[in-house]
DNA sequence: GTTATTGTATTAAGTGATTAGTACAATAAC
DNA sequence: GTTATTGTACTAATCACTTAATACAATAAC
């Protein structure tokens, strides 16, 4: 995994959002063994304690467990996982309704954008 | 105006924000002379630098520009005013694109989830 | 039962950015 | 020409947050 990190965010926040997506999109299978944390830390080139930060809020989210000694794993529950992409995405659209709004934009016309931006992205 | 700032993110930049859809939305008119440095500083609460950052970034914009002594205004050119709305919005759009396709949403998903999300916000 | 590997807790240091204080500069108004 | 009002510049202090260092705890593996 490649790791590269923005200076103008907290590096634990970059990871949590990574690991997030990972696992969120099926990079980490569910059920499946994390790396150790001081694995992660060796690959990423940061300290053991930021890498541990991040995943305090991936289990808080509910999204890994941790076992004492065995490691961490990401959650058995598929549908848990489904449940945060949803509610991720959810969100994102939330937030992005209401900030067209303030542009005076109302839904009509923020679709009509949407469409009107077809073509300069990549793929999809 | 009433001023509420949260405390997650510097108050010079939600001043910045504040401001920018004020101009963007016609709530400050074209042309029109905004509140002094100090008088905005005190209307909000905080220190007149403060205040000055904050206008310096919408002047580095373009959507205002300062006259030593009378004080600052709106830009006449409501055309250019027009374009700063348009750009923002397009930025949102395409922040939330990359977004959701993370996320696996692909454009028609992303389209079907604004509109299974109507009803949800206020007016609109 | 010893050891190695894992997660966890606690404390301190560093770092950077925001905000405030204060003084300066320009000019419109009279 | 004086004054009041405006924007501007510079420096310093505060503050909060992130990161690092270090030590502790649990248990699987042998």
Redesign the pocket.
């Given at each position: 995994m490649e790791w590269i990190?923005r200076?103008d965010a907290?590096?634990?926040?970059q990871l949590y959002e990574h690991l997030t997506l990972a696992i969120v999109s099926g990079t980490f299978p569910p059920g499946g063994r994390?790396?150790?944390?001081?694995?992660l830390a060796v690959d990423a080139g940061?300290?053991?304690?930021?890498v541990?930060?991040a995943?305090?809020e991936l289990?808080r989210d509910g999204l890994v467990y941790?076992?004492?000694?065995?490691?961490?794993y990401v959650t058995d529950d598929a549908e848990r996982i489904e449940q945060e992409r949803r509610k991720l995405a959810e969100g994102r659209a939330r937030d992005f309704l209401a900030a067209m709004q303030k542009l005076g934009y109302d839904r009509v016309q923020t679709v009509v954008l949407l469409e009107k931006m077809r073509g300069e992205r990549k793929e999809q």
């Open positions: 990190f200076p907290p590096i634990y926040t994390l790396p150790a944390v001081r694995e940061v300290n053991p304690n930021t541990q930060r995943l305090s289990e941790s076992q004492r000694t065995t490691g961490r």
